[in-house]
């Protein structure tokens, strides 16, 4: 599997001829999508969906079952569930977790699903949710206002992924950036750093 990792929480994923793109937000490049066969959405802050783009794609759109995303509505949007297993763009996906991570006083509460996809790469959106299933590729979140980055390096620890690239990073500038890859670095066995364009 190819992974090209762009702005902020999006992957593209390409294998045998199939392009899953996850978490395409209004801070990824647009060309993340260009032959796109399927789109995965985490939930449904605009950091990880931009429904106008999607609009025109023309592809099938998996998003959580219950998250708020009434743009989407002429697309073929097809609600997914926790545990439950799917193909996207050729890619087997199982969906894991299930809730956002909390900021504050329990805000915000919203549906947020991670996804296993072939059995080996997991993108866990905005949460910290620690599949049952073993994963080789973890994506990571570096920086958001729900995150600890002593909880992040918890998190992939406790996964025990093989490899492991940061995303949820677009908020930190050169500096925190280099503390939290420098971490990440040091913490967490197989942790390589992406940047915008990069692939691995």
């Known amino acids: 599997m190819r992974i090209t990792k762009y702005t902020h929480s999006c992957v593209r994923l390409e294998h045998d001829g199939g392009v899953l793109v996850v978490d ?3 801070w990824s490049e647009p060309r993340a999508l260009a032959g796109a066969d399927a789109v995965l959405v985490t939930h449904e802050h605009s950091d990880h969906v931009d429904v106008l783009r999607l609009a025109g794609l023309g592809v099938p759109v998996y998003a959580p079952e ?3 995303l009434p743009d989407l509505a002429p697309l073929p949007v097809i609600p997914v569930r926790a545990g439950q297993r799917f193909v996207a763009a050729g890619f087997p996906v199982t969906a894991v977790g299930g809730r ?3 900021i504050h ?3 915000p509460d919203c549906v947020n699903l991670g996804y ?3 059995d080996d790469l997991y993108h866990p959106g905005d949460s910290l949710h620690v599949p049952q299933e073993p994963v080789r590729t973890l994506l990571v979140p570096g920086q958001a206002s729900w995150l600890r980055l002593g909880e992040a390096i918890a998190f992939a620890q406790a996964v025990g992924a093989r490899h492991t690239y940061t995303i949820h990073d677009a908020q930190l500038n050169e500096r925190g950036l ?3 890859t420098g971490w990440l670095a040091e913490t967490v066995p197989g942790y390589r750093h992406l940047a915008a364009g990069e692939t691995a």
Do not use: E, I, Y
């Open 24 to 26: 395409p937000g209004t």
């Open 105 to 107: 006083d329990g805000q």
């Open 178 to 180: 280099a503390s939290v």
């Open 116 to 118: 296993l996809v072939d």
């Open 66 to 68: 219950g998250a708020h």
């Open 100 to 102: 956002h991570a909390v």
